[in-house]
């Protein structure tokens, strides 16, 4: 089997074909590089019969309607997808026959509700349903994306072979292409947790998405064939949990402040002290509640901020979420923009109403 990687950026494209055959099949293309999937073609004498987009993508506009029109291949993405220029459309356990080839389709959704995942051979494409190593998969905080329906799918791999090498559709930090064996013991999101568990770990770390990720959704939604209809910054591993943050937030280190310590400090100099609430609107009036004078900034929209909060840079800046994960990002934010007095309630929400509580009871004793 013939089996490339064509792109030399993060986005992974795949060329698959059988020797002493002239029909291949390319999936994941990106727009920027549809002239040199043609030269290829030409330059090689191979024929395109099918074009695979693995799911919609949020961080480059597909190749697959251009491709489709400019050879008159076949366009293959999941019935759920929603190009409407997709000329064949498939469905979990499907088993497509391409030329000699023969490819079995796993729904995988979780990044997005169409998500695919191809076994060709040993080779198992994941698209953004799994990443390689500790870059665990896909962030599922995009439209259409469910760490519900993440969990299920990473189930479906449990009597899938050791064997089976990983090809994901983006790598950003030179990993190698590892077996599923080795990402069962090194990938994160394959480590053994309950539903509900996985949905809080994924959660607990999650970064809301860019907006210029959006843009690049609506534009795959319409077929696009100009890589300018969206912009797009260069090789930016957004697609990771945490991916549209600055290189080198994750490393810097934050200071954590207590819920007895904090109401001290409201209680005696609350001018001084500016709340950052970083959970989503609908958090705020869920069992958890919110605090009195917070500041409400969503953690995908905390970068886009900075401008707005320098007026607050003398101040005492306390970042709070449900349990403090997401605060830590908020704060190590914070940093790298030059803020220097953040801290980061610790447990946050949840430690916040429990020690609250504890006082309550105190009181009346």
Known sequence: MIFKQLNPHSCRTYLIGEENDQRVIIVDPV????????????????????????????????????????????????????????????????????????????????????????????????????????????????????????????????DLPD??????????RNRQPATLGRQRQSNPHLQKRSKEEFIKYLEDLRLGPADWMRDVLKANYACAKDPGAAWIPLDTPACEIKGTMDKGVNEIAVQYIEAEELRTWLQTNRSEVLLIDVREKAELTGPLGHMT?????????????????????????????????????????????????????????????QASEGLLQHKQQ
Request: charged share 20%.
């Open 31 to 158: 727009i920027d590089h549809f002239s040199d999937y043609l030269a290829l073609l030409k330059e090689e004498g191979l024929t395109l019969t099918h074009v695979i987009d693995t799911h919609i993508h949020a961080d480059h506009i597909s190749a697959g309607s251009a491709l489709k029109d400019a050879t008159g291949c076949e366009y293959v993405m999941h019935e759920a997808a929603p190009p409407q220029c997709v000329s064949m459309r498939v469905q979990d356990g499907d088993v497509l026959h391409f030329n000699t080839l023969e490819l079995k389709v796993l729904h995988t959704p979780g990044h997005t509700q169409d998500s695919i995942s191809l076994i060709v051979g040993d080779n198992l494409l994941t698209g953004d349903f799994l990443f390689l190593d500790d870059a665990g998969a896909g962030r599922d905080d995009l439209p259409g994306g469910n760490p519900a329906d993440h969990w299920e799918s990473l189930n479906k791999l449990t």
């Open 293 to 353: 004078g917070i500041l409400h900034i969503p953690i995908g929209q905390l970068t886009g901020s900075l401008t707005g909060l320098q007026e607050h840079k003398h101040k005492k800046i306390v970042v709070v979420c449900r349990s403090g994960a997401r605060a830590t990002t908020g704060a190590q934010i914070l940093l790298k923009a030059g803020f220097a007095s953040v801290y980061v309630l610790k447990g946050g929400m949840i430690s916040w109403n």
């Open 163 to 172: 064997q089976l090498m990983i090809y994901p559709a983006h790598e950003y």
